[in-house]
């Protein structure tokens, strides 16, 4: 992937793949230091930006599982989601803060900003076994209470290198790809990680478009 290629568009914003990066190196350190570890999960509660895929990719670098959540849900929703994965921290701003359960940690991306911007932006050698747990995505609960859904690296892996051979490896070079599924339902994963460990750039529709 060429560091300088386009990695993350959305309305206000764009990252190459070097700078995206540097972000995403700088948050997962910050994590560490608050003690997210591998083996724990952290919740990410933010809006369809470029910050929602720096907090996503700062979760795994510090070795923990994402657990992507929506604001507009219950708090009481939030909070069981939060309680049956065992979070203790969450990636979020300060806008959406006081709609969510309170934990030990809450790391606001606006609050924080200057403070995780500190920390080395070099990438964090956390060593991962590939059936350690990538995300937790929550059923809708349609048929009763939601469940968490435990998602390791290694399915990842597979999906995003089937993607490449079904999909990506026709184009010569970058395309762009639409991030148009919400972030708490896994067709996100395939257009997050299908254009990111591919090298295409991800382009975030905003929520009134979507």
Do not use: W
């Not at 764009?14 to 700078?19: C, D, N, P």
């Not at 929506?70 to 909070?79: F, V």
Request: aromatic share 6%; proline share 7%.
């Amino acid at each position: 992937i060429c560091p300088s290629t386009v990695a993350v568009v959305d309305g206000l914003q764009s990252l190459t793949y070097a700078e995206l990066a540097r972000r995403a190196s700088q948050l997962a350190r910050y994590l560490a230091a608050l003690g997210v570890k591998p083996d724990t999960a952290v919740g990410v509660c933010l809006p369809r930006s470029v910050d929602l895929i720096i907090a996503v990719l700062a979760v795994l670098e510090a070795g923990a599982a994402y657990v992507p959540l929506d604001s507009a849900h219950p708090p009481q929703r939030l909070a069981r989601m939060l309680d049956g994965v065992g979070a203790r921290l969450v990636v979020t701003n300060t806008q959406i803060l006081p709609r969510l359960p309170q934990l030990p940690h809450a790391v606001c991306l606006d609050r924080d900003a200057e403070r995780i911007q500190s920390y080395e932006d070099a990438p964090l050698q956390i060593a991962m076994a590939t059936a350690q747990l990538a995300y937790v995505i929550y059923t809708s609960g349609s048929s009763g209470e939601p469940k968490g859904v435990m998602v390791p690296h290694t399915a990842v892996c597979h999906l995003v290198a089937a993607l490449g051979v079904a999909v990506y490896d026709v184009y010569d070079g970058p395309v762009n790809v639409a991030l148009v599924a919400p972030v708490v339902f896994d067709a996100s994963v395939q257009q997050i990680f299908g254009s990111l460990l591919n090298g295409h750039t991800l382009y975030i529709v905003d929520e009134q478009a979507r």
